[in-house]
């Protein structure tokens, strides 16, 4: 099947050359990043940055060169298929590089026309038909053509340039045009706004009901814990029992507690307050309350041994909280072009974002604790 094995070697090593420019160069936006083993080829987690000049170009000239070498290694490079295969892969790249420059062709529509690209893909063309050229001359024996070599080269051309498929670049995506919450319409740049850790954990404390004459709650406020009346359930959520008790989740401020051995006319025993508050579960004696990002474990047997496990839950999906289309980035007057703004957990917790036209979003109603 092979003809020429020194062409087909190097042509698969033109591919590996690509996909470790692409691993390394280039940012997370391509399709081979869906495959867990391209992984293992990412020197660093973070893209090395190189020149624009330098990065734009070279991928679109690797694969017409090693597309070019496969695929004559496949057929051979007898009569004029040194010039018919890397003109054939000229005309292939370039339709899909005009491609780019329209918005009515599907997922081509989201790469990059670039005539950096276009030059280097000629570029190409001449350096591997010069190449394809000096091999036929010096071939001495040929072998049969196999019928497989045609549909295998295609496979491989078109599953190398569609993995090396390009989104937006951040600059696009940040210009184009999003609707907020209040239905306003701005560029799609948003800006984090954190919380810082401190406030929002907090003082984490349960008040007690001095209104009943339930032991367990007497016995807290003769201690000199803290009274606070039940005024009404507030953001009631999820209900949890457990003997004779009842928790109701009060949203992301805590977890009411009740006494529930009369289950027609339970009994308000205190509250505990948590921000963030978003589920509430007993295990082995500690009342355990989610918390966005923590987890708040409570002694149920000493209500005022409150301990925090940080970070001890999963970073809020802020994709999904966003708007569509959102991206976080920030203009910068070096590049003069929109940039990813990278989440920096450790100034706290993103509560929401800023759009260019200065109007503040909140996931959550937690600005009063900034």
């Known amino acids: 099947m092979i003809k020429s094995p020194s062409l087909f070697w190097w042509g698969i090593l033109t591919g590996v050359i690509g996909m470790l420019f692409y691993a390394n160069f280039r940012e997370p936006q391509i399709l081979f ?6 992984q293992w080829i990412k020197f660093s987690a973070n893209p090395i940055m190189l020149p624009r000049y330098a990065s734009e170009w070279f991928p679109s000239f690797l694969h017409v060169v090693g597309m070019s070498l496969f695929t004559a290694g496949l057929l051979g490079t ?20 005009f491609g780019q420059a329209t918005e009515t062709l599907g997922v081509l529509s989201y790469g990059n026309f670039e005539w950096m690209d276009v030059t280097a893909l000629i570029m190409a063309t001449i350096f591997s038909t010069i190449w394809l050229f000096q091999h036929n001359q010096k071939a001495i024996a040929k072998s049969k053509k196999s019928q497989f070599a045609i549909p295998v080269a295609v496979v491989v ?3 190398m340039m569609l993995g090396s498929y390009q989104s937006p670049t951040v600059d696009q995506k940040a210009r184009y045009i999003c609707t907020y919450p209040d239905q306003s319409e701005a560029i799609c740049a948003i800006e984090p706004i954190y919380l810082d850790w401190e406030s929002f954990r907090g003082e984490k404390q349960v008040s007690f009901s001095a209104e009943n004459s339930n032991a367990l709650t007497q016995a807290y406020i003769d201690a000199g814990s803290r ?10 959520g999820k209900i949890y029992l ?25 009994v308000y025993l205190g509250f505990v307050h948590v921000h963030g508050a978003s589920d509430v579960l007993i295990h082995q004696g ?3 309350v989610a918390a966005l990002t923590d987890l708040v474990l409570i002694d149920f047997n000493n209500l005022n041994s409150i301990t925090t496990q940080e970070l001890a839950l999963n970073y809020p999906n802020y994709d999904r909280l966003s708007p569509q289309a959102t991206i976080f980035a920030k203009f910068s007057d070096s590049s003069e072009e929109y940039e990813s703004v990278y989440l920096d957990y450790e100034i706290g917790l993103v509560i929401g974002y800023k759009n260019a036209d200065g109007k503040s979003f909140y996931f959550w109603p937690l600005e009063e604790l900034l």
């Open 78 to 97: 007898e009569g004029k298929r040194w010039l018919a295969i890397p003109i054939c892969w000229l005309g292939v790249d370039l339709a899909f590089e």
């Open 33 to 38: 990043d869906a495959l867990p083993a391209y």
């Open 157 to 159: 051309g078109s599953a």
């Open 242 to 266: 457990y003997q004779h008790y009842m928790f109701i989740i009060s949203e992301l401020r805590g977890v009411y507690i009740f006494d529930n051995t009369n289950r027609e006319t339970p």
């Open 227 to 236: 009274v606070e009346e039940f005024i009404g359930l507030e953001n009631s």
């Open 286 to 288: 500690m009342l355990v």
